[in-house]
DNA sequence: TTCAAAAGTGTAAATAATTACAGTATGGAG
DNA sequence: CTCCATACTGTAATTATTTACACTTTTGAA
């Protein structure tokens, strides 16, 4: 069933007010909006639409206007700590602490939710410019405790931290720089990968 | 002047429920997730974090707590279409239904606020490659009128519409692939440039 | 001990938002 | 022309929310 022009109309302020606000307008606002002089003019079209499917009115109290299309702009976005350098230790260990700031994504754009022990690092040196990562990239590593080969990995090699693809040859795990000038590591002692590369973000000036 | 501890637990609900809800909570709902019998209550830690600077009550109305540290989680984030290639013609010609989708951007992310017509691009092919700008990865094109040399910008060349990098050699402006592969773009008409690659985006798997 | 700030209870009043009900006007479809 | 859906007006009742006022309890510092 489609929306009336009139409709149509309501419906576009309750979402463009939502983008601006966060939540839906009360009926005084929609009124005041459109010049509708009375609180029933908006609650006719609000059950129109609500009949219609686009929106619910489902529990009680005020601005209480659900568009099930439209989840709250908030719920979809995420807070990440960002890292300045990839913390040593374990993953669990990491001080909140030692976060150079916070940054929100949007997982309509990442694809998917990040995990929430997941975090942002700015990549250091250019050891990976053949995956098409840079110094000064900022990358979403999520943690997986069952990384595949060939994914791109933070990971703890004897130590050291680093950015590296990860790659299985006869067996053997080793990591692999994107850089002809990098030679390959081969874990003497222990290889902790802390997590996996899901999203590389470059800004530009 | 600090929070009490009582006072940081509201302001921190309050913070989780914009979050998740995109507005304030009232003093009610604030009420019942404290167990607090009394309006009243709820309301002294309202004025006493106002006075502290951290909220403000400014408008009549309900839900009208207002947090300047913390925007309207809507409020931060933009809409932009994706188009699967670079639109031909001039950049005020596109037509909206071109657009493959949209994807919502985060600015605390991104460091800017994309102008209104700015879009995203999906990037084809792999000239960009020694850039760091890989195929299948998503740019952001900005509008610019005076985009300045060494700049990455999504151009129409004597028709055709391209990713490259812009370069001034003698006068005379030309564009540049980055991969020794593909040949410099010597415009023998007009060099229409559509805008300026501001974020790089990848996601991967 | 005395005092003041913090964190309430309890009630009432004022304001805001929603819902309900009885209508009116207009523009098609039949 | 009649009927019906759409889009309202106007008013009142109901429910939510905010604000105000008087008072209590606890805690920690002077």
Redesign the interface.
């Known amino acids: 069933m489609e929306l009336t022009a009139r409709q149509q109309e309501i419906y576009d302020y309750i979402l463009a007010y939502?983008?601006?606000?966060?939540?839906s307008p009360?009926i005084p606002e929609i009124q005041r909006h459109f010049g509708i002089r009375s609180p029933n003019g908006v609650a006719g079209h609000l059950h129109a639409l609500e009949s219609k499917g686009v929106i619910r009115l489902s529990s009680r109290?005020?601005?209480r206007i659900d568009v099930p299309a439209d989840p709250?702009?908030?719920?979809?976005?995420t807070s990440l700590p960002v890292f300045g350098a990839i913390p040593a230790g374990p993953p669990q260990a990491v001080a909140p602490a030692a976060a150079e700031g916070?940054?929100?994504?949007?997982e309509?754009?990442?694809?998917f939710r990040p995990k929430p022990a997941s975090f942002l690092l700015k990549v250091r040196g250019d050891s990976m410019?053949d995956a098409?990562?840079?110094d000064g990239?900022l990358v979403l590593v999520e943690p997986n405790p069952a990384p595949r080969a060939g994914?791109?990995v933070a990971a703890l090699i004897d130590g050291e931290s680093t950015l590296k693809r990860l790659v299985k040859l006869r067996g053997a795990w080793f990591l692999k720089a994107e850089n002809p000038a990098y030679p390959e590591l081969h874990p003497r002692a222990d290889l902790v990968i802390q997590g996996v590369?899901?999203?590389?973000?470059?800004?530009?000036?």
Chains 1, 2 share one sequence.
């Open positions: 939502r983008r601006g606000n966060g939540c009360s109290g005020s601005r709250a702009p908030g719920a979809r976005v916070d940054a929100w994504l949007d309509t754009l990442l694809g410019k098409g990562i840079l990239d994914q791109i590369v899901r999203t590389v973000i470059r800004r530009m000036n």
